[in-house]
C-alpha cells in the first residue's frame, strides 16, 4: 500500500490550501482516510478523517476552516483549508486503516509553510 500526498508549499496567512492524496496497492477502498500534522516539537495531531460511511471528523482547532472529502472511485482524500495562519505551518501527512480510527498506513508527508 502507498499513499502519496501533493499540493504542499508556501502559503500566505489569509489564503487556501488543498491537500490530496493518492492511495494505491489496496484492492479495496479505505474504511478510514484522514490528514493529520506535525509541527516542529510537537506530536503528531489529527487534522481530521473521513469514514467510508460518510462519517466526518474534523479537529476543534480547524472546524470552520477545514474540509475533508473523499473520492473512493480514484482512491483519494482531499484537505481544503482555507483562512490559514502561521501555525498551520507543519508536515501534513495522509493516513489510512482498513478498520477502526487509527492509521495503519501513512504517507511521506508534504510540508505546508504558512507565512505572516
Known amino acids: 500500500v502507498q499513499l502519496v500526498e501533493s499540493g504542499g508549499g508556501l502559503v500566505q496567512a489569509g489564503g487556501s490550501l488543498r491537500l490530496s492524496c493518492v492511495a494505491s496497492g489496496n484492492p479495496f477502498s479505505f474504511h478510514l482516510m484522514g490528514w493529520y500534522r506535525q509541527a516542529p516539537g510537537k506530536q503528531r495531531e489529527l487534522v481530521g478523517h473521513h469514514i467510508m460511511d460518510g462519517d466526518v471528523n474534523i479537529a476543534d482547532f480547524v472546524k470552520g476552516r477545514a474540509t475533508i472529502s473523499r473520492d473512493d472511485t480514484k482512491n483519494t482524500v482531499f484537505l481544503q483549508m482555507n483562512d490559514v495562519r502561521p501555525d498551520d505551518t507543519a508536515v501534513y501527512y495522509c493516513?489510512?486503516?482498513?478498520?477502526?480510527?487509527?492509521?495503519?498506513?501513512w504517507g511521506q508527508g508534504t510540508q505546508v509553510t504558512v507565512s505572516s
Open positions: 493516513g489510512a486503516a482498513s478498520w477502526g480510527l487509527t492509521p495503519k498506513y
